[in-house]
């Protein structure tokens, strides 16, 4: 195998030798590590604005926000906007994206501000601004769509 395909599966591999520890972890356990410390600052139809202050648990490697809580952040702020819209009953995501244009570090005050730009028939649409307290510089941007429960005519 050639250094490059090695070096992938190490990767991998290393990262996932903690099987004891993870299966010990309750059921849905993600919601409440990303969200622990996470404050509402406003919310009015269709508009949802939290902070929190960038926890060590939620960074990489490079000691910055890990991409993956970035978008899990798009995903439930961006799902809090679509309850406070007043949309039927939601149903899953049907596409999340988040553009990383800067990073936030351990201690960072942030603010997300999540904005529904769409509520359908059967998909909503919200964006997700990711910013920095300090300085208001925005740091990654989230767009959600969503499928929407259609209720049942029967």
């Not at 591999?13 to 010990?24: A, C, H, I, K, P």
């Not at 939290?50 to 926000?65: D, T, V």
């Not at 990383?100 to 730009?117: G, N, P, R, S, V």
Request: glycine share 8%.
């Amino acid at each position: 195998m050639s250094n490059h395909l090695e070096s992938a599966k190490r990767y991998i591999e290393t990262r996932s030798q903690n099987t004891s520890l993870v299966d010990g972890l309750p059921v849905r356990f993600w919601e409440p590590l990303i969200m622990n410390g996470l404050k509402v600052d406003l919310i009015e139809p269709g508009r949802v604005i939290c902070s929190m202050k960038i926890p060590q648990r939620l960074l990489n490697s490079g000691n910055a926000l890990h991409g993956g809580a970035t978008a899990t952040l798009v995903d439930l702020v961006g799902t809090a906007a679509f309850r406070s819209s007043g949309a039927p009953q939601l149903g899953v995501s049907v596409e999340i994206n988040v553009s990383y244009l800067d990073a936030a570090f351990a201690d960072e005050d942030i603010e997300i501000e999540a904005k529904t730009l769409r509520v359908g028939k059967a998909v909503g649409v919200v964006s997700v601004d990711l910013r920095k307290k300090k300085d208001g510089k925005l740091f990654a941007q989230g767009r959600h769509s969503m499928y929407l429960a259609v209720p049942s005519k029967l």
